[in-house]
């Protein structure tokens, strides 16, 4: 579910379209019709809606402009043969996870099973680069069981795709008052008619810690998440409890 492409009026999704098919083509150079500031906002639209566009530089983008028109140059961090490769040991992965998820019945039960998996299969990877590539995608996540937090969310992310999840991945700082702020992602998830935010990656690390499934940062609302998660996009109202793990 491509969360962010639905909140684009009719010429941003004809430019989110090329793009995509473009970087799906592997595409060196893209032209696009728009602002330079709109097409690089649509560029992490992207990103953040399709988690499979991991063979995409997750964070640089090289662009110019001639006349009416933006040129992108996208920054491929893999061969297609090998993004090829990667997919198809990623749908691997995924495939017994699908089939499990289709056995249950209800949107929150599917959402605990994929937190539950996360929980159990990724570690935090406290020693990653900017240009460690993999552990700030889902190649991380599922091929090598570690990632950052962006990895984290994305996986996430695929996961509710595959359970039929409205889900998005949010980009922000994590605060504490002892610490400066840092940047950080986590996922805001719709349940029945309400969103939640939800980080997977601080309950990854509680749980590692505790030795035990912790639900602190599960469907939460936004009054609570404020408390350590800043400067974020408000994308939806974040305001019930109903399937607040603590709640319910």
Known sequence: MRYYFSKLDKEGREIYKKLYFGMQNFEKKISLKGTENIVREIYYMIIKDNPMMFFVHPSKLTYFKI?????????????????????????????????????????LERERFIHKYLLENVRYKYNCSEDDFECHTIVGSFLYK??????????????????????????????????????????????????????????????QRFKYVRYDYFNIRESDVIKDHRNFDKLEICDSLKNNFFYE
């Open 146 to 207: 570690q990632a950052v937090c962006d990895g984290i969310s994305k996986a996430f992310k695929q996961l509710c795709d595959l359970a039929r999840i409205n889900c998005n991945v949010v980009f922000g700082d994590s605060w504490n008052e002892y610490e400066k702020p840092q940047k950080h992602a986590w996922n805001m998830v719709k349940i029945d008619k309400d969103w939640y935010h939800i980080d997977v990656t601080w309950n990854i690390n509680l749980s």
């Open 67 to 107: 006349g009416n028109y933006v040129w992108i140059e996208p920054i491929y961090v893999y061969r297609k043969e090998e993004a090829n490769k990667i997919m198809n040991e990623i749908n691997i992965k995924l495939k017994p996870l699908e089939k499990k998820l289709k056995t249950i019945n209800t949107k």
